[in-house]
């Protein structure tokens, strides 16, 4: 069995935000979650074929564990004591590769509710052009919503990207909050008051045999 103890209530409220979003989208979503030093990092993919990470204090025991969404939003609104239990352990079903801890420069700050009315506008295009299977279409998901640039770096920053970090709710759409755009060679990361949304810069190649 496996063992998640956040620190405080407030780490315990993060964690079920964070599993009760992902589970909105797929109560059946593998859910990371590491240990990494004296944080514990839940990571999720989402529809837009990106990753999304929330950080909280505590510990998990196993140090290395994939669970259900759901079976962790339940095990945090029911189970009271200090130490839940999050669920059955999928770690088969994590296929999506973590970006690296560190390396990332960063390029730019930028205000939230311009990110904010950027998702919207793409909410909408998705909702009067939807792609073949009714959500937003492809072309529109990787369609260029900003670049910005600072430190050497150019960054282009996708729709899809956009609209995890607002379907997440992790950037308050008020005046003066900031999100932080980072990047690798290899990896862009939008860093908000919530959590991250990252997701690799250039697909990965093929492997040729």
Known sequence: MSVLAPESTADRDDAAAFAGRVARWDPLGPVRIRLDNELVRLWATTPF??????????RIEPSDVTVHAGNLLTALAVQTGAEVDPGTVIDSQWRAQLPPPGGFIAVDTVPAMVLGEIADRG???????????????????????????GNGMRVFIPMRVLLALSGMGFAPLVADEPVKVSATDAWLRLDARFGSVLRRRHALLPLLF
């Open 49 to 58: 074929d990106t990753l999304v990470m929330r950080a909280i204090r505590g």
């Open 123 to 149: 909410v909408e295009q998705a909702k009067n052009n939807p792609g073949p299977a009714g959500g937003a279409s492809t072309a529109l998901l990787d369609s260029e919503a900003m670049t910005v640039s």
